[in-house]
Nanobody, 121 residues
Framework: QVHLVESGGGLVQAGGSLRLSCAASGSIFNIDNMGWYRQAPGKQREFVAAVTNMASSGDTIYTDSVKGRFTISTDNAKHTVHLQMNSLKPEDTAIYYC????????????WGQGTQVTVSS
């Protein structure tokens, strides 16, 4: 019932930038938290960034490896979250997945299909 669609992935050289977007649709009335995870080949999916309490304070969280380089933002009217990625490194190469969650019957997560980000050295 909650649908997430990512866009903006691509191939860039180290030091370049990309801007990812994720649009949410469907039964999103209880979705107040959105963010991004990524999964590199042979690795487990890891948290990247998120915005919690979107309807109120809009708190942002980042994993240490992207702090100062990535910026997450939201467009609440469009139910969209963006991830501006600057100073990209080869180790940022991964499939990036949009994530949204709600607290109903415990935490329920929703996932997009993913968008590929490849950073060449």
């Amino acid at each position: 019932q909650v649908h997430l669609v990512e866009s903006g992935g691509g191939l860039v050289q180290a030091g370049g930038s990309l801007r990812l977007s994720c649009a949410a649709s469907g039964s999103i009335f209880n979705i107040d938290n959105m963010g991004w995870y990524r999964q590199a080949p042979g690795k487990q999916r890891e948290f990247v960034a998120a915005v919690t309490n979107m309807a109120s304070s809009g708190d942002t969280i980042y994993t240490d490896s992207v702090k100062g380089r990535f910026t997450i933002s939201t467009d609440n009217a469009k139910h969209t979250v963006h991830l501006q990625m600057n100073s990209l490194k080869p180790e940022d190469t991964a499939i990036y997945y949009c994530n949204a969650w709600e607290y109903r019957l415990g935490r329920t997560d929703y996932w997009g299909q993913g968008t590929q980000v490849t950073v060449s050295s």
